[in-house]
């Protein structure tokens, strides 16, 4: 077991009387051959009869035959008979030297391979070569030689020969007509083992060729190569040569065809597929496909060969003529193709060509796909689409964005509806500065409605150098200094990038200490939190003061259609309508426009909200420390009210307003209208006689703030409202006296509505007779608490606190919120630096998103070192209660 005939071996010719082999004679120089390792693992063997005896035993021919009657293959495993070495080196020379003639009489050529006397050293089967016997057969017929290819049985070790004497017994069991010698005796002769895969034998066909055999025809060449596993002696080789150059023709055979010599790669092909399993399924309607690693293989071998064995099949590969009709090497038993089975063969050959050649499109739709095979194709998808994906997003993130170039390292260029404009880099932002968006309101234009540029005339040749700031509007300071310009219509951009794609949120500020001037106050962009926020900052300036707010009966009279006042709100609408129609070049969004107000600032964003003029202007406000109270009278009675202007300018009708110089105006404004500094309110206050510098012209508010938000109409505006715990603090109050005692404080307090209402005492009870409590009950009466009364009626609307307190006086001051905001705050201490990062995180968040973050959102703010929605309401609901707020609210 475990070796594999080299060589099959031609039967003498078949005549009608039988003739006895002949007994060879031993040869005394018979080349002496290892015993196999197989071999040396069985047991001796016991003496044989001599072949001769046993080739007159009619039982072997029967017993065989009787194996398989029932469909039932039964393996005989007996003893091997095996002469001595000397006996069978007789008989394999007489072999060698025998030629047989052909049909026409004449011997054919020696074999190349025996001319040459080709020497080669047997070697050693490994264990992966051995096969088991017979167990592999299914849907074979059981050969009637006992020890060929696929049936051999355990060798003996026998003497030197033992292969030649197994090569003898094929040749003498492949002549027709002979009865195969019985074997008896020893251990295995009697032992039967009964193959699980045998079927009973196919029926045959009007040919006499059953099915097993078409199928081991059109399947032999596929074998050939794994049909030899082990390398033989020289002299075996020679005699197997000799015996195989020509055998005669048999009576009515046609000559045998010689099989294609086999290369490398087919050599390769069949061990290799023992090692992968095939698993496809067999094509509709043809042969079953045999699978190698089962043990399925047309010749019932198991598939597993050695380097050594293909090496050995490879060499002689060259050698190989035709196959034994009746198997003799005993490899299958297989016929050879007879004229009568070549039209058969054709067939089956045609047939599989045609299956062959079928178009892919039949073969996917034949092929039968499991969950496995679907489990793969849908993984192969998905992996596809997601590198797909990938890549896009990789190509779209990567590419370069449409950015305007800079020229010299801080110059840039851009466009707007009027003209080139050109910026210049500061502290990594670019700034662009003064560039004009309204007619300059000078001569006729004084006391009229901004007008948005829309004429060439009203424009600049070539590109603007936008680098400096331009004056801003006339104003009068709380020092009593006045300064600006009356063509001040100008707007300041603060970009991080110009680019056209990724818009950044844009963050508009009006800033204004009171409606009399300083502005923009502390609202003064930043370049560098332009750049670390990513937000572009929009500072216009606007009209103040008697320019940007006052109302006259003369003004009325000299405009279509008739109004006046709220000049301020006009600049302001202009320049939002500027700022959706050009930011996208400065790389804005302008869908995402925050007005930020501060003071005075906030009270005009607040009246800007509730302006039908304004919508789809902005989304969003935010609004520090604004003014509660809101014009509540028609135009008319300002009108009358404002008349004391006209006695003060010396000026009877609108032509005479036209004329006066800029500086004559301003010092025509009475003291009354002048800013005032806010403290708690006297027992003598009017709070109906102060000034009120908004108006309801019909125009820009047509009706009062308080009842816009009653009806929900600027519900579609996003609020936030706060102020600081000491928002009230200012210079005059502080320095009214020099320190600020206890009983100072009580006085003060019993001067004032408080004292005068009796709740002094519980008024100090709630904030301490101290400085930092009095600025506190200043500020709760007169910004705190009147602009929660207004969160309370907007539905959008979010309300805040600051109370991280700083400074030598520690408090939190007016401008606390907006310093932190812009980066101007100088934090000292670790709170100080957590309240910055709140307030920050919490304001552009805001701008970026629209809304406040969703823990705090609808809640009231505390804004200390952290944001917080504890803010108490106690003092509030107080000073309401005792009807305090929001009567004596302030009032810019």
Excluded at 100 to 112: A, H, M, R, S, W
Aim: a negative charge.
């Amino acid at each position: 077991m475990g070796e594999t005939d080299e060589k099959e071996t031609a039967p003498a010719a078949t005549t009608n009387d039988t003739t006895k082999p002949e007994t060879p004679q031993p040869t005394a120089d018979g080349p002496e051959v290892e015993a196999k390792e197989t071999e040396k693992l069985l047991p001796e063997p016991e003496p044989k009869r001599s072949p001769v005896a046993q080739a007159g035993n009619p039982q072997s021919k029967a017993a065989s035959s009787e194996n398989v009657a029932n469909g039932e293959e039964i393996i005989n495993i007996p003893e091997e008979a095996l002469a001595d070495g000397a006996d069978k080196d007789g008989k394999k020379d007489a072999a060698a030297t025998e030629q047989e003639p052909t049909e026409t009489g004449k011997p054919d050529k020696p074999n190349k391979v025996q001319a040459e006397e080709r020497e080669v050293k047997p070697k050693k089967v490994p264990a992966g070569a051995f096969k088991l016997p017979g167990f592999f057969n299914k849907n074979k017929d059981k050969p009637k030689e006992a020890d060929g290819a696929d049936n051999e049985l355990l060798e003996k070790h026998g003497g030197e020969n033992g292969g030649e004497a197994k090569e003898k017994a094929a040749a003498e069991e492949g002549k027709p007509g002979e009865e195969k010698p019985k074997r008896t005796g020893g251990f295995f002769a009697n032992l039967k083992l009964r193959n699980p895969f045998a079927k009973k034998p196919a029926a045959a066909d009007a040919t006499g060729e059953t099915a097993a055999d078409k199928e081991a025809g059109e399947e032999e060449e596929k074998d050939e190569v794994t049909a030899e596993a082990t390398d033989k002696p020289a002299d075996a080789e020679a005699a197997g040569d000799a015996t195989e150059e020509k055998k005669p023709a048999a009576e009515g055979d046609e000559p045998e065809v010689q099989a294609p010599k086999k290369g490398l790669l087919e050599a390769l092909r069949v061990p290799l597929a023992s090692i992968i399993p095939k698993r496809f399924k067999p094509v509709p309607g043809g042969e079953p496909d045999d699978d190698i690693e089962l043990g399925k293989t047309p010749k019932n071998r198991a598939g597993l060969a050695s380097m050594e064995t293909l090496d050995d099949s490879l060499k002689d590969a060259d050698t190989k003529d035709t196959v034994d009709a009746k198997g003799a090497n005993g490899t299958d038993g297989e016929a050879l193709v007879k004229p009568d089975d070549k039209e058969a063969k054709d067939k089956a050959a045609e047939a599989e060509e045609d299956a062959q050649e079928r178009s892919l499109l039949q073969r996917v739709q034949s092929y039968r796909c499991s969950v496995d095979d679907i489990a793969i194709i849908a993984g192969v998808v998905i992996f596809l689409i997601l590198v797909a994906l990938i890549i896009a997003f990789t190509f779209v993130g990567k590419s370069e964005p449409i950015t305007a170039p800079v020229r010299d390292g801080k110059y840039i260029e851009t466009v707007t509806n009027c003209g080139r404009v050109e910026g210049i880099l500061e502290d990594g932002s670019f700034a662009f500065r003064g560039i004009p968006y309204a007619v300059p309101p000078v001569g006729p234009n004084r006391w009229k409605a901004a007008q948005p540029i829309e004429s060439i005339e009203n424009c600049w040749n070539g590109t603007l150098k936008a680098h400096n700031s331009t004056p801003v509007c006339w104003q009068i300071y709380a020092d009593g200094k006045v300064d600006g310009a009356e063509d001040c219509l100008t707007l300041d951009v603060i970009t991080p990038h110009v680019r056209y794609d990724n818009p950044l949120p844009v963050v508009v500020l009006v800033g204004a200490e009171s409606f009399t001037g300083d502005s923009p106050g502390k609202l003064r962009p930043s370049t560098r939190y332009a750049r670390a926020r990513d937000v572009i900052f929009v500072r216009p300036n606007f009209r103040l003061n008697v320019f940007g707010f006052l109302a006259l009966e003369q003004l009325t009279k000299s405009t279509h259609p008739p109004t006046s006042g709220n000049y301020g709100l006009t600049d302001l609408i202009v320049a939002l309508k500027w700022i959706q129609l050009n930011i996208p070049h400065f790389g804005g969004d302008p869908k995402s426009v925050t007005l930020f107000g501060h003071r005075a600032g906030g009270t005009i964003v607040t009246a800007l909200a509730s302006s039908n003029k304004t919508s789809k202007l902005f989304a969003r406000t935010w609004i520090s420390s604004g003014a509660a109270i809101f014009p509540g009278n028609p135009l008319a009675e300002s009108e009358k009210e404002n008349a004391l202007y006209m006695s003060k300018i010396r000026c009877e009708d609108s032509n005479c307003l036209m004329e006066k110089e800029d500086e004559e105006i301003l010092d025509a404004v009475p003291d009354v209208w002048r800013r005032t500094f806010p403290d708690l309110p006297a027992a003598d206050e009017n709070a109906t006689a102060r000034h009120e510098w908004l108006v309801l012209d019909g125009n820009i508010m047509q009706q009062h703030p308080a009842d816009v938000w009653s009806a929900d109409v600027s519900n579609s505006v996003r609020y936030v409202i706060g102020s600081t715990t000491h928002e009230a603090h200012n210079t005059k109050l502080h320095l009214k006296y020099t320190e600020w005692t206890p009983e100072l404080v009580t006085r003060h307090v019993n001067e004032s509505v408080v004292g005068r209402l009796g709740l002094t005492e519980e008024a100090l009870r709630r904030y301490n007779a101290t400085y930092q409590g009095l600025v506190a009950m200043v500020s709760d009466i007169r910004t705190i608490c009147p602009l929660l009364t207004i969160t309370q009626k907007l539905q959008s609307s979010q309300f805040y606190v600051v109370s991280q307190t700083g400074g030598e006086l520690g408090i939190a001051d007016v401008d606390s919120d907006v310093q932190a905001i812009l980066g101007r705050y100088e934090p000292k201490t670790p709170e100080q630096r957590r309240y910055v990062s709140a307030i920050q995180q919490l304001f552009y968040h805001y701008v970026s998103h629209g809304e406040i973050k969703h823990e705090l959102r609808k809640k009231l703010l505390d804004i200390g070192q952290d944001a917080l929605p504890t803010y108490n309401t106690d003092n509030c609901l107080f000073w309401i209660k005792n009807d305090v707020v929001p009567r004596y609210a302030r009032l810019d």
